[in-house]
């Protein structure tokens, strides 16, 4: 059992920056790879990032390319997601999974509690 517990959300205004966090309670944190989606009520869970086990390759979403940036520390067993020039749209809770190196969120295994980021125009 993987258990995540991500970290970092809160309040900012647009064009800020902030650094979510996601640790992962399992030695063997390398062999999953990480996403992060986000939702907002009334919908889905959308895709945002993902990293590979390794960390050598990452994919994102085209609305954040450009202002997120994942990364991971395999030996914090934790996975990052960096988040510039925030805005308003950007407002939603946003999660960590554990899984297969994909897009689709049916896919991943293992999903944190979720951090709220808000972002104010």
């Known amino acids: 059992q993987v258990q995540l517990v991500e970290s970092g959300g809160g309040l900012v205004q647009a064009g800020g920056s902030l650094r979510l966090s996601c640790a992962a309670s399992?030695?063997?944190?390398?062999?999953?790879?990480m996403g992060w989606f986000r939702q907002v009520p009334g919908k889905e869970h959308e895709f945002v990032a993902a990293i590979t086990r390794s960390g050598s390759s990452t994919v994102y979403t085209g609305s954040v390319k450009g202002r997120f940036t994942i990364s991971r520390d395999n030996a914090k067993n934790t996975v990052y997601l960096q988040m510039n020039s925030l805005k308003p749209e950007d407002t939603a809770v946003y999660y960590c999974?554990?899984?297969?190196?994909?897009?689709?969120?049916?896919?991943?295994?293992?999903w944190g509690q979720g951090t709220q980021v808000t972002v104010s125009s």
């Open positions: 999974a554990a899984g297969p190196f994909t897009t689709s969120r049916e896919e991943y295994n293992y």
């Open positions: 399992v030695r063997t944190f390398g062999r999953y790879a």
